[in-house]
């Protein structure tokens, strides 16, 4: 019972987000987060272009958040848009302006679009990038065209954590074009990565080493010294304590 109760919530969240990424389909968006609180469930959109989201007068994300309460049966919920500061490097905003240059422009400027792309994420000094372009381009017969640059991980933990993956749709004359983008940002660390360090910088650090061990031990040796002016002062009242005491019996 439990299994489905969860099975039912990650489907209804995946519904949510799938309506979201239909509805905001040209505004840059990144990414769609769902979060419970104590005053209703909260929805975290970020994208590119907030003004967008929130429409002329706020009509737009006031129609969202009744549409969403209507359809999903959302207990408040409350919609909070998040500017994404650096779009180039993102995956998901990569795929949607391809697809909507492919949409614009026909599937004739399509190796202009991918390498425009593809400079545009390794100027934001992403480590690697891969462009997948599926369909019927040039040509009536369906290919795959890949534009790939840089330095992409494609198995183990780093390809699941460290690769930001998406995927879009045009919809063309000819046909659906599928469109992935794979990028490896600047943010994930490698684990086979070499740093070299300076003669200057081991020195500093040798320094700064020895100065926290110096420290450590003027503390210890500070501490027992506290203690026993504690103990003194904790003997002196009990001392006094027991004069007043002697002095109110003979009294």
């Known amino acids: 019972?439990?299994?489905?109760?969860?099975?039912?919530q990650n489907i209804r969240e995946l519904e949510i987000k799938e309506y979201l990424y239909k509805e905001l389909g040209k505004v840059g968006l990144s990414n769609v987060k769902l979060q419970k609180t104590p005053l209703g469930e909260k929805i975290l959109v970020s994208a590119s272009r907030p003004g967008l989201v929130v429409g002329k007068g706020?009509?737009?994300i006031a129609r969202l958040t009744s549409e969403l309460k209507e359809k999903f049966k959302l207990d408040n919920p409350q919609i909070e848009i998040e500017e994404v500061t650096d779009p180039r490097g993102n995956a998901a905003i990569t795929a949607e302006v391809i697809a909507n240059s492919l949409e614009r422009y026909g599937p004739v400027r399509f190796k202009g679009i991918g390498h425009k792309a593809l400079s545009t994420i390794m100027d934001s000094?992403?480590?690697?990038?891969?462009?997948l372009i599926s369909g019927k381009i040039p040509?009536?017969?369906?290919?795959?065209?890949?534009?790939?640059?840089?330095?992409?991980?494609?198995?183990?933990?780093?390809?699941?954590?460290g690769v930001d993956k998406s995927k879009q749709v045009a919809?063309?004359?000819?046909?659906?074009v599928g469109i992935q983008v794979n990028v490896m940002p600047v943010t994930t660390s490698?684990?086979?990565?070499?740093?070299?360090?300076?003669?200057?910088?081991?020195?500093?650090e040798e320094e700064e080493a020895a100065k926290?061990?110096?420290?450590?031990?003027?503390?210890?040796?500070?501490r027992p010294a506290k203690k026993k002016t504690a103990r003194k002062a904790a003997k002196k009242?009990?001392?006094?304590?027991?004069?007043?005491?002697?002095q109110a019996k003979k009294e």
């Open 125 to 131: 000094g992403a480590h690697g990038v891969e462009i």
């Open 139 to 161: 040509s009536a017969r369906a290919k795959t065209w890949r534009f790939y640059q840089g330095y992409l991980k494609k198995c183990g933990d780093i390809s699941i954590a």
């Open 190 to 204: 490698l684990p086979d990565k070499v740093t070299f360090k300076s003669e200057e910088q081991v020195k500093q």
């Open 212 to 222: 926290r061990e110096q420290e450590k031990k003027t503390a210890e040796e500070k």
């Open 58 to 60: 706020g009509a737009n």
């Open 237 to 246: 009242k009990t001392a006094k304590k027991k004069a007043a005491k002697k």
């Open 1 to 8: 019972m439990i299994e489905r109760k969860f099975v039912a």
């Open 171 to 176: 919809k063309l004359k000819s046909g659906v």
